[in-house]
């Protein structure tokens, strides 16, 4: 199952040289919003998300760093108990 990564969202934004305001005024939202999006907090929508990789200059190609595949911890308990 993939989920979200926030950290990375943080991180591209950071490597970017964009700060939180303006990534918050891009997103039309205020920056006590997008902290609380940033943080995992609130979601991130997918209309969101479009706006983020565009202002991040990440093509659609590329969306997937944002995504990590997390294994159910279940799945490896089963293959070490067989």
Avoid: W
Wanted: net charge positive; charged share 35%.
């Amino acid at each position: 199952m993939l989920r979200f990564n926030v950290k990375r969202v943080k991180a591209e934004r950071i490597a970017r040289g964009i700060t939180q305001e303006r990534m918050a005024e891009i997103l039309g939202i205020s920056r006590a919003q997008y902290i609380r999006k940033e943080n995992g907090k609130r979601p991130i929508a997918v209309d969101e998300l479009t706006v983020i990789c565009d202002s991040l200059k990440i093509t659609r190609e590329h969306v997937l760093i944002f995504f990590v595949n997390d294994v159910d911890n279940r799945l490896h308990v089963e293959k070490e108990v067989s």
